[in-house]
């Protein structure tokens, strides 16, 4: 009882601060998305029926699932490859440099050295019988994009991973060795235990986190089919008054979906690690 009080006391600031900004906002956004006719769901009927509205969630969707999924392979394979180097602050340090660099930074540096006017481009026309530099910026797939995302997140990965890694005990890959696992077999049987449920909630922070962003898709993206962000800011400041309240409705519907697939991947993930738990108490 008494732990249980000390942990809403320590959580109270938090909380409070969500009530007043992130409550109050969605609150606010929620009231003026509704229409003030009969039909009060009006705005949200007319947003699901434009093309402009599902093509900004394909291509959002595309970009979160795409970079997310790339940054969890990447930074997985360097924390489980590198992660004994990563006990000094020297290697640690050199692995979470990225982090302090801002988005719109990242962004910029990727125009600087990706854009068909940029630094490699420069290179690769100076070589001789070298080809064009493929267009990575502003490009309908968004590789601009994800590659910023890529090379801003990665760290993220390696530092919600490392301490995973550096706790796991060793001596089962030994007892699998022995037992003739390898491979593939020994990472599902020793490590995806232990990282399995941390990277598929790093998956839930990245996917949300990109599929709401909007400074990098502003400034590295194309203008159509554009992001949900990008759209909805087009909306409200550029539009007329007439589309503020179908991008305060865009916004309740991807806040609305975040927040149901947090539910669905935190309860799968608190239900395996229920099921692994119980398959290592009875096997103890």
Not at 165 to 177: F, K, L, N
Not at 254 to 280: D, E, P
């Amino acid at each position: 009882m008494f732990s249980s009080a000390r942990s809403f006391l320590l959580l109270a600031p938090l909380l409070l601060f969500m009530i007043l900004f992130v409550g109050q906002g969605l609150y606010r956004a929620f009231s003026e998305s509704l229409h003030a006719g009969d039909n009060f769901l009006e705005n949200y009927e007319q947003l699901f029926t434009q093309g402009t509205f599902w093509s900004s969630l394909q291509i959002s969707v595309y970009v979160a699932f795409v970079s997310t999924l790339l940054s969890l392979i990447i930074g997985l394979w360097i924390t489980r490859t590198l992660f004994r180097l990563f006990r000094t602050d020297q290697w640690k340090l050199a692995a979470w440099f990225p982090m302090l660099i801002p988005h719109f930074v990242a962004a910029y540096i990727i125009v600087l050295f990706f854009s068909p006017s940029g630094w490699f481009s420069a290179v690769l026309e100076s070589l001789p019988l070298a080809g064009t530099f493929p267009v990575l910026v502003n490009d309908p797939l968004y590789l601009g994009v994800i590659i910023t995302y890529i090379w801003k997140e990665v760290p993220f990965v390696v530092l919600m991973l490392l301490p995973v890694y550096q706790e796991i005990d060793w001596r089962m890959e030994e007892v699998g060795r022995s037992l003739g696992a390898k491979g593939f077999t020994l990472f599902r049987t020793v490590e995806w235990p232990w990282a399995g449920p941390v990277t598929a909630e790093v998956f839930l922070i990245l996917f949300v986190f990109i599929l709401g962003a909007f400074e990098v898709p502003a400034l590295l993206g194309v203008t159509y089919p554009a992001m949900v962000p990008v759209l909805a800011f087009e909306w409200f400041y550029q539009g007329g008054w007439s589309n503020r309240p179908l991008a305060q409705a865009m916004m309740i519907v991807l806040t609305f979906f975040s927040v149901l697939l947090s539910f669905c991947l935190l309860y799968a993930v608190q239900r395996s690690r229920r099921k692994w738990m119980k398959g290592g108490k009875s096997n103890a």
